[in-house]
């Protein structure tokens, strides 16, 4: 019973930063989902995946992972890249490629 400690990356149908702030800690799947036969549904019966706490901090994650004894391993967050971009540089002089309607 692994567990995953990890800060969200942002969801790519928004543009704002919204539940990216907090630490998670999920456990990760042990064994794999399963196709039902009656609908097609999936379903698994580890009932540890459906457990998803919340941190302020990563500390605070790590802390209680160590009072409870579970493993876990943390992920770093990468580094956002910001491509800083005007408007006015699609009518720039010095364009690469000419503007045209």
């Keep these: 019973m692994l567990a995953r400690i990890y800060r ?3 969801n790519a149908m928004q543009s704002g930063k919204a539940k990216t702030k907090d630490w998670l800690l999920e456990f990760a799947p042990e ?4 196709s039902d036969p009656l609908m097609g ?3 698994t019966r580890d009932t540890d995946g459906q457990v998803r706490l919340s ?4 500390e605070d994650a790590v802390a ?3 009072a409870h004894a579970i ?3 943390l992920f770093d967050p990468k580094p956002a890249k910001r491509i800083v971009k005007a408007y006015a540089d699609n009518f720039a002089f ?3 490629q000419p503007w045209t309607h």
């Design 8 to 10: 969200p990356a942002k």
């Design 31 to 34: 064994n794999a989902r399963a």
């Design 41 to 43: 549904w999936t379903q």
């Design 55 to 58: 941190f302020d901090t990563s």
């Design 64 to 66: 209680y992972a160590q």
């Design 71 to 73: 493993p876990f391993q």
């Design 94 to 96: 010095n364009r690469k």
